[in-house]
C-alpha cells in the first residue's frame, strides 16, 4: 500500500495554522510507522496496541487539548486533526485516546480539585495511567439520567453500588471515572474509582465484532468504598457526564474522516489496478459514482469539523452543533466503508484490506457518544422547540 | 557543546517527480516537501547529543524560499534550539555555491558551532559534496556516512560504514561530520514540541549565495523500461537464463 496522503479537494490545509499541520502530519506518520503495520493483527485477535501507550504518551496525545500538568495544550482543531489521523488507522485506538483524554483528563480538569488534578493528569498526561469513563448502564444508555448505580456517605467515604456497562479502556485502567446518583440528594456525581479497589472490578466484555483493537469492559462495584476526596466537587447532575461526552462527541467528528480518507483512499487506489472486462473498473460510471459521493462527503464533514472547531475555540459552539457534526460525519464515515467494501468487491471481506475492519468499527461509533438517533432529536428540539425524547 | 546542523528541504521522496515547462527545473505544483531524511539524522543526533550533555545549543541552518522555514520550525518542534533561514529562491543551486554561503555565514559566526553536522546526502540532487566542501573551506576536519558518534573531551569517535565493516575514526572538535541510515531512529516531533516551537528565535535573511558555477542545463526523465520477456518454462529454462544473465545482462 502506498504512503497515506489524506484528501483534501477543498484546500483546507490552507485553513490551518502551520502547527496544526505539524500535528497533524506528526501523528499520521506515527500512524503509518507504529499502528498501520500491527492493526490488522490486533483487530483479529482481539487485542489493544497497549506497547503504544508510552509512544503515544511521549507524543503528547493524551489530553492534547488541555493547558497545563504536562498536556500539549492544543487549540480544538489540533485536537480533532490528531483524532482524524488515528481513526485512519483505526477507531478502537482513536476510542482508547479519546476516553483517556476527552472523558477522564477532562472532568478532572474541569470538575476536579487541584489536589485530583495534581495527583492525576500529569500521570495521564504520560500515559502511566490510563482511565476509563463509566457512565452507560446495561439498562441505561440514551438515558443516562436513569442510571441506577447509587453511592452513599459513610464517614469519610462513599460507598457505591452498580454497575456499568461498555466501557473502553475499563479492565486496563487505573483510574475510572464513575458517575453515580449520590443519595439523599439524589443527584449524579462523579466519583474517582481506582483499579485494586476492593468491591471494584471490570472484567473484559468478550465476544465482540466491532472495535476488536480497543477493550470494552463492564464495570462492577459492590459495596465499593471510596475515600471522600475522590468525589468531583466541581460539578452536579447530569450536565457533568454531557459535558465530557459533549468534547468527545467532537473527537469524534474529525475521527470520522479520518476513517473516510483511509476507506475512500483504499477504494480508489484498488478500482484504478482492478480490470474487469478489460479496463479498470476505476473507468466504470456506477463506480465513478460512488467515488463522486464519497469526496463530496468527505469535503462537506472537513468544513463541518473545521468550522464547529473554530466555535469552539472561541467559547461559542454548542451541544446542537456539536450533535449536527457528530451525527453527520459518523453517518457518513459508515456509508463509506460499506461503498468502500463493495468497490473491493470479494477481496474486501478479508482483512487484507482495511474497508471492513471500519465498517464493523463504525457500528460501534454510530452508536456511541449518542446513537444517531438520539442526535436526530437534540437536532430535532433545537430546531423546533418540542421534545421528542420522551 | 554547540552544534549546527545544516538541513535542505526536499521533495517527499514518494512524490512522482515532474519536469517543468522550462526543461530544466522540476513542476513544484503539488509536491509535499519534507526535511531531507539524511539531515533528520543529523537533526536527532545533535539533539542527543545535547541531552547527553545536558546543555549546549543545537543550530538548525537552511537555505531556500521562504517555504523553507518550514524545515527549520520542523526541526525546533523535535526540539533544536534555534534557526537561520538564508532566503534564496533560485532552483538547482550549484553545491560549490551553497557550501560558500554556508562556509561564510559561519564565518561570520559570534560564537563558533564546536561540530557542524550534514546529512550524508540530499536525495533531490545527491551530490553527496555540500559537507565535505564546507568543512574544506573553513579547513576543518571532516568525516562522511557517520553510523556511529560517542563525544569525549573535545574529541569525537565515530564508526563510518564501509564495504564488509566499520571503520573507527576519532577526529578533533571542531569538525564536520555527514550522517548517515543507521545512525539512529529521529524522533517524532511531539506535540509539545511543535507548540513550543514557535516561541524559538529564527534568524532570516537574504542568502547572497555566490554565482553558481555548474548549472543544470536539462532535464530528462529516464529511458523507457523495456518490457521483460519470458525465457521458457521450466527447470529446461535455467540453462538458457544462466547464459542470459551471463552474456546479456553481464549479472553473473
Known amino acids: 500500500m502506498r504512503e497515506f496522503r489524506g484528501v483534501d479537494f477543498y484546500q483546507i490545509d490552507a485553513l490551518l495554522s502551520e502547527e496544526e499541520r505539524m500535528v497533524r ?95 492525576w493528569l500529569p500521570r495521564m498526561a504520560r500515559g502511566e495511567v490510563i482511565g476509563c469513563f463509566g457512565l452507560t448502564e446495561p439498562d441505561h444508555g440514551s438515558d443516562p439520567g436513569g442510571m441506577e448505580t447509587r453511592a452513599v456517605r459513610k464517614g469519610d467515604r462513599y460507598v457505591i453500588n452498580g454497575t456499568k456497562r461498555w466501557i473502553t479502556n475499563g479492565t486496563i485502567a487505573d483510574l475510572a471515572v464513575v458517575w453515580a446518583k449520590l ?65 468527545a462527541r467532537f473527537g469524534i467528528a474529525w475521527g470520522a474522516i479520518g476513517s473516510m480518507m483511509a476507506t ?87 482483512d487484507e484490506y482495511q474497508a471492513g475492519r471500519h465498517m464493523a468499527n463504525i457500528e460501534s461509533v454510530i452508536t456511541y457518544e449518542g446513537t444517531h438517533e438520539i442526535h436526530t432529536l437534540v437536532l430535532g428540539q433545537e430546531i423546533t422547540g418540542l421534545s421528542a425524547f420522551k | 557543546m554547540n552544534t549546527l546542523v545544516c538541513a535542505k528541504r526536499v521533495p517527499d521522496t514518494a512524490t512522482k517527480i515532474k519536469i517543468g515547462g522550462d526543461s530544466r527545473t522540476i513542476d513544484e505544483a503539488g509536491i509535499q516537501w519534507i526535511i531531507n531524511p539524511y539531515d533528520e539524522f543529523a537533526i536527532e543526533e545533535a539533539l542527543r547529543l545535547k541531552e547527553k550533555a545536558g546543555k ?19 526541526a525546533l518542534a523535535m526540539g533544536a534550539d534555534k534557526g537561520i533561514h538564508l532566503k534564496d529562491d533560485a532552483k538547482n543551486r550549484d553545491p560549490s555555491a551553497i557550501a560558500r554561503a554556508i562556509a561564510r555565514t559561519v564565518q561570520e559566526m559570534a560564537a563558533k558551532p564546536d ?40 574529541k569525537a569517535t565515530v564508526s563510518r560504514e564501509i564495504e564488509g565493516g566499520h571503520e573507527i575514526v576519532e577526529v578533533d572538535l571542531p569538525a564536520v561530520l555527514s550522517t548517515n541510515k543507521g545512525l539512529n531512529e529521529p524522533r517524532y516531533a511531539s506535540l509539545k514540541g511543535i507548540m513550543a516551537a514557535k516561541k524559538k528565535p529564527i534568524e532570516t535573511r537574504d542568502a547572497a549565495v555566490p554565482e553558481d558555477r555548474v548549472t543544470v542545463r536539462k532535464m530528462d526523465y529516464p529511458p523507457e523500461r523495456k518490457g521483460g520477456r519470458v525465457v521458457g518454462t521450466g527447470v529446461e529454462a535455467v540453462p538458457e537464463l544462466v547464459r542470459l544473465l551471463r552474456e546479456e545482462a553481464k549479472a553473473l
Not at chain 1, 49 to 60: I, K, S, Y
Not at chain 1, 184 to 211: M, Q
Not at chain 1, 272 to 283: L, S, T
Open chain 2, 115 to 154: 561540530l557542524i553536522l550534514f546529512g550524508r546526502q540530499a536525495v533531490d540532487d545527491q551530490s553527496l559534496t555540500v559537507g565535505p566542501m564546507v568543512a574544506t573551506l573553513l579547513e576543518l576536519p571532516c568525516v562522511t556516512d557517520v553510523v556511529k558518534l560517542e563525544m569525549a573531551d573535545g
Open chain 1, 264 to 350: 475512500y483512499e483504499e477504494a480508489v487506489e484498488y478500482a484504478k489496478h482492478r480490470v474487469q472486462f478489460d479496463r479498470p473498473i476505476a473507468g466504470f460510471q456506477l463506480t465513478q459514482a460512488k467515488f463522486a459521493d464519497m469526496l463530496t462527503e468527505i469535503t462537506k464533514a472537513q468544513l463541518l469539523a473545521l468550522r464547529l472547531g473554530r466555535l469552539k475555540d472561541a467559547g461559542q459552539a454548542t451541544p446542537a452543533q456539536v450533535s449536527l457534526a457528530k451525527r453527520n460525519n459518523v453517518y457518513w464515515a459508515l456509508e463509506m466503508a460499506r461503498m468502500g467494501r463493495q468497490v473491493l468487491g470479494a477481496s474486501g471481506i478479508t
Open chain 1, 25 to 119: 502530519d506528526t501523528v499520521r506518520e506515527f500512524v503509518s510507522d507504529r499502528v498501520m503495520p500491527i492493526i490488522e493483527e490486533c483487530f483479529r485477535e482481539g487485542r489493544f496496541p497497549t506497547h503504544l501507550v508510552p509512544a503515544m504518551a511521549e507524543l503528547g496525545l493524551f489530553g492534547a487539548n488541555l493547558k497545563g500538568y504536562g498536556c500539549a495544550g492544543l487549540s480544538s482543531v489540533g485536537y480533532g486533526l490528531i483524532l482524524q489521523e488515528l481513526e485512519r488507522g483505526d477507531s478502537g485506538v482513536r476510542s482508547a485516546v479519546s476516553v483517556q483524554g476527552s472523558l477522564c483528563m477532562w472532568p478532572i480538569f474541569t470538575y476536579g480539585s487541584e489536589a485530583q488534578k495534581e495527583r
Open chain 1, 183 to 247: 443519595q439523599p440528594e439524589n443527584k449524579i456525581r462523579g466519583f474517582l474509582v481506582e483499579k485494586g479497589t476492593p468491591g471494584f472490578s471490570a472484567p473484559e466484555i468478550p465476544r465482540k465484532w466491532s472495535l476488536r483493537a480497543s477493550v470494552t469492559s463492564d464495570l462492577i462495584l459492590e459495596d465499593c468504598e471510596v475515600p471522600a476526596g475522590n468525589l468531583l466537587p466541581g460539578v452536579e447532575g447530569l450536565k457533568g457526564p454531557l459535558g465530557c461526552l459533549n468534547n
Open chain 2, 56 to 74: 549546549g545549543e543545537v543550530t538548525v541552518l537552511t537555505i531556500g524560499p521562504a517555504d523553507a522555514g518550514q524545515t527549520i520550525r520542523s
